[in-house]
């Protein structure tokens, strides 16, 4: 055979293009970049959006928290580094309006305030929100709506802050970053920091905080604080989304982590529709190959001709994948913009590079086998035209294709454990397919006779390859009910973590003798308060008798008091881990189990507390876990009864209170001045239309993921479409009639599907375990719905497809199809 010109394989790979043999090959490998392409560009967008809207709970994307004012050349250096600034002084002060004095919360900002996110005000009670963008001007102030019946104000009335009169020009509805609330005792006022100086409130001594906001380019952002860390005191600290607001950096952290997983499942579903749709390829062209051979080809002169046609197919398919995908996701976008809380910023190259990672991986690793396995064709298979069972090496495949998705995947989701949790399912698949496959081939179906016999006899023709077919359609199964169970039972989960009716209002020090009081005027308005707790204030000072400030590592524990404070009943969201609660007689503390695990405490440890200047040893009683979810108040340290009452104490509560329902506020605070009412609604609004962000996000991404589970179905079923026409053709030949054929279609793709489903809700089931404990951070349950749709789902799927799939076997003419296929 003469030399092979580098022309050649083009030449070839047109040719068969014409004459529609790699049709399939190429239309898995688009799909398989397209699909994945799609996915990280809306994946890439949606969390970049996600953390806009969040940092939005900072006003900034970091923050350095100061009791006092910073050194000026912290701020001119951050300006040099061309980064955006602004500034916030927060304190608690006493406001008036003629004779009416109201105790408030009082926030000054500087021009440019809130760096991210918005404001919402309106200039008259009856007005609609309006967006701004900065802080109310010098001499002018905001106030939240139920301070103006407190005070009997109007707007364009004046108000008393200190010295300084200043006048009211606006109603607070919404400032981003609400939810840093440690002086948030009260009603918002909201004032330009330009009038702070008149105001006169800030003495030495007095409780302030401020509050410097950073945001600009990430690479700036991040050298400027490397530069700042090491010039931080003991009463400065720089706060980012993750340590300012760790609910939703954990909703997001668990948003992205399902975006990867969805990503990491797309690979593996165009894996195998790669995997089957080159090895039909290969099979047809044993003919033509073994031809090559008898004129003179040697193996080498095969696979430099067929690997010169994979490359030019996978560059050619993966420009079109990444064409496509992108086309796809941007449409994608521009149709769901309504949903999104801002507009998604352009994706970067990134997701362009996971796509043709994914092209030449998908090609390279499942489609690269087969012709190894092409090359070395006994030219006298011409003769036998033998080539549907697996060669003795095709172990190849089982090596180089799962090896390059293993990375492939893990560069993708950046996480080992679901990599290796993806892998573990695929691998229970397929030694599941082979133990039920063999259970089908060795069962007596057979004897019900007619088309259960043709089924069966096709089923053990091909046994080997339908290993590869039930772990080809389980693979494609476990995805869609791993992805269903996840939205309908974890996420709903995930979401009811926050309860509905949580408490969204926290009373403090409370006196002992406003309690009954406070209590009843709860009963009479309705309102189902949680337990009164006592609190005291105290600082753990030794440990086992070791000073604490002798120890290395000093968590935030061991330098800021506590609240500390007793009870007879363990709450409901409480949890005895070690150790027991006690009855009246016993004495000790019960330790929180993650503060323990971080101080390093046991049970029997001996704690030494420092309140009020007289200290109480005791030893550690129990470990605890809690639900900081509840939105009831939690403390880290529970005592015994009778072990603190030798100590002032205030007490804390909380309870849920109805938007409607939210002036009963002003009349609990005119009762009780004393009482300091804290006020979560709207950060807990915050955090539930955050979560509904990432359900919206995963929800989309499910939805291109079930797209490709189908598609790698129909892809399995027409892998085998070519042996499946020539045995129809020559049954019907010999007299079988078409609905015959039919029936048996129906009843092989159907005990194929209900094995390939049983198998996918196991791995579903597994999915779904690794998901709930190590993505959601929820317990497990076994989902007993799920084995009932895998295998019906699976008899459904997979019975229609393979019939419509093979239909036109029992359709053509016998004698074309044979002619066709000669």
Same mark, same amino acid.
């Not at 980064?83 to 608690?92: C, N, R």
């Not at 298979?381 to 090496?393: A, E, G, K």
């Not at 996420?491 to 002992?512: G, S, T, V």
């Not at 991404?701 to 790698?712: E, I, K, P, S």
């Given at each position: 055979m003469a030399a092979t010109t580098p022309m050649l394989p083009l030449k070839l790979l047109g040719r068969d293009w014409r004459g529609g043999e790699l049709a399939l090959i190429a239309t898995a490998l688009v799909l398989a970049v397209a699909c994945v392409t799609a996915i990280a560009h809306f994946s890439d967008r949606l969390t970049r959006a996600m953390h806009i809207q969040s940092q939005s709970f900072l006003a900034a994307e970091r923050v350095v928290r100061s009791s006092k004012p910073v050194d000026k050349g912290w701020l001119e250096e951050a300006r040099a580094r061309?980064?955006? %600034?602004?500034?916030?002084?927060?304190?608690?002060?006493?406001l008036s309006a003629g004779d009416q004095f109201q105790f408030a919360a009082v926030k000054a900002v500087s021009p440019g305030y809130p760096l991210v996110g918005h404001l919402e005000m309106r200039p008259a009670p009856d007005a609609s929100r309006t967006v701004v963008r900065q802080g109310p001007p010098a001499r002018e102030v905001w106030l939240e709506p139920r301070l103006l019946p407190l005070l009997n104000l109007d707007i364009g009335d004046s108000l008393q802050i200190g010295e300084a009169a200043l006048t009211v020009s606006g109603l607070l509805d919404h400032e981003p970053d609400r939810s840093d609330n440690l002086f948030a005792m009260g009603a918002r006022v909201l004032m330009n920091v330009a009038d702070l100086p008149a105001t006169n409130i800030i003495q030495p001594g007095s409780r302030v905080r401020y509050r410097y906001l950073f945001a600009g380019d990430d690479v700036a952002l991040a050298r400027y604080f490397d530069w700042l860390e090491p010039r931080l005191t003991e009463h400065q600290r720089v706060i980012d989304l993750r340590e300012g607001q760790p609910r939703v950096a954990s909703a997001l952290d668990r948003a992205e982590s399902f975006l990867f997983l969805a990503g990491s499942l797309a690979v593996l579903l165009a894996s195998v529709a790669v995997g089957l749709a080159s090895r039909r390829y290969s099979l047809r062209h044993t003919a033509y190959v073994a031809v090559m051979k008898?004129?003179?080809?040697?193996?080498?002169?095969?696979?430099?001709?067929?690997?010169?046609?994979?490359?030019?197919?996978? /560059?050619?398919?993966?420009?079109?994948?990444?064409?496509?995908?992108?086309?796809?996701?941007?449409?994608?976008?521009?149709?769901?913009?309504? /949903?999104?809380?801002?507009?998604? *910023?352009p994706s970067g190259w990134s997701p362009l590079?996971?796509?043709?990672? @994914?092209?030449?991986?998908?090609?390279?690793? $499942?489609?690269?086998? *087969?012709?190894?396995?092409?090359?070395?064709?006994?030219?006298?298979?011409?003769?036998?035209?033998?080539?549907?069972? *697996?060669?003795?090496?095709?172990?190849?495949?089982?090596?180089?294709? *799962?090896?390059?998705?293993?990375?492939?995947?893990w560069w993708l989701s950046g996480s080992l454990p679901i990599t290796l949790a993806l892998f573990a399912g695929m691998a229970l698949l397929v030694g599941g397919s082979a133990l039920v496959n063999l259970l089908l081939v060795r069962g007596r179906l057979a004897s019900l006779g007619g088309p259960w016999r043709i089924a069966l006899g096709s089923l053990q023709r091909r046994a080997a390859f339908n290993t590869l077919l039930i772990a080809a359609f389980g693979t494609g199964l476990?995805?869609?009910?791993?992805?269903? $169970?996840?939205?309908?039972?974890?996420?709903?989960?995930?979401?009811?973590?926050?309860?509905?009716?949580?408490?969204?209002?926290?009373?403090?020090?409370?006196?002992?003798?406003?309690?009954?009081?406070l209590q009843s005027l709860l009963d009479e308005n309705g309102v189902q308060a949680t337990e009164l707790y006592p609190m005291v204030r105290g600082r753990l000072v030794a440990i086992n008798g070791v000073p604490a400030k002798e120890r290395k590592e000093q968590a935030g524990a061991l330098r800021r008091e506590l609240n500390l404070s007793w009870t007879e009943n363990l709450a409901p969201d409480n949890r005895i881990l070690a150790g027991k609660?006690?009855?009246?007689?016993?004495?000790?503390?019960?330790?929180?189990?993650?503060?323990?695990?971080?101080?390093?405490?046991?049970?029997?440890?001996?704690?030494? $507390?420092?309140?009020?200047?007289l200290e109480v040893e005791t030893h550690i009683a129990s470990l605890r876990s809690l639900d900081w979810n509840s939105m009831r108040p939690n403390f880290y340290m529970l005592f015994a009864p009778g072990t603190l009452d030798d100590f002032p104490a205030t007490y804390i509560t909380s309870f849920y209170l109805p938007p409607e329902r939210k002036l009963l506020v002003n009349d609990l605070v005119r009762e009780f001045p004393s009482v300091s009412v804290i006020e979560l609604d709207k950060i807990i %609004?915050?955090?539930?239309? @955050?979560?509904?962000?990432?359900?919206?996000?995963?929800?989309?991404?499910?939805?291109?993921?079930?797209?490709?589970?189908?598609?790698?179905?129909?892809?399995?079923?027409r892998a085998s479409i070519t042996e499946r026409l020539q045995e129809a053709a020559i049954i019907r030949t010999l007299g079988g009639r078409r609905t015959l054929l039919l029936q048996s279609l129906v009843i092989e793709f159907g005990l194929l599907g209900i094995a390939a489903g049983l198998l996918a809700a196991i791995g579903a089931e597994a999915t779904l375990a690794v998901l709930a404990t190590r993505v959601f951070e929820l317990p497990f349950t076994m989902h007993p719905l799920l084995w009932l749709l895998g295998p019906l789902a699976g008899a459904l799927l997979v019975g229609v497809a393979g019939t419509l799939a093979c239909r036109s076997s029992v359709s053509q003419p016998p004698l074309k199809v044979l002619r066709e296929l000669a």
């Open positions: 061309g980064l955006q %600034q602004a500034e916030t002084v927060s304190f608690a002060s006493m008898s004129l003179g080809a040697g193996r080498a002169k095969v696979l430099q001709i067929y690997i010169g046609q994979l490359v030019a197919l996978a /560059f050619c398919a993966t420009a079109a994948g990444l064409l496509i995908g992108s086309l796809v996701q941007a449409q994608a976008v521009t149709l769901m913009a309504d /949903f999104f809380p801002v507009d998604p *910023p590079l996971v796509g043709l990672a @994914t092209g030449f991986a998908c090609a390279f690793g $499942f489609a690269l086998p *087969p012709l190894f396995r092409l090359a070395r064709t006994d030219p006298m298979q011409t003769l036998r035209r033998d080539w549907s069972n *697996p060669d003795r090496r095709e172990w190849l495949g089982l090596v180089l294709g *799962p090896t390059s998705m293993l990375l492939l995947i476990l995805a869609m009910l791993s992805l269903v $169970f996840a939205r309908t039972t974890l996420i709903d989960e995930w979401r009811m973590q926050l309860p509905e009716n949580a408490p969204n209002h926290f009373l403090i020090n409370i006196a002992p003798h406003d309690v009954q009081g609660w006690w009855d009246e007689a016993d004495e000790g503390v019960s330790v929180e189990v993650e503060l323990a695990a971080r101080l390093g405490l046991a049970l029997g440890d001996r704690l030494r $507390f420092s309140i009020g200047g %609004q915050r955090i539930r239309e @955050t979560i509904d962000q990432v359900s919206l996000a995963i929800e989309s991404v499910m939805a291109l993921m079930l797209v490709a589970g189908v598609l790698v179905l129909i892809s399995g079923v």
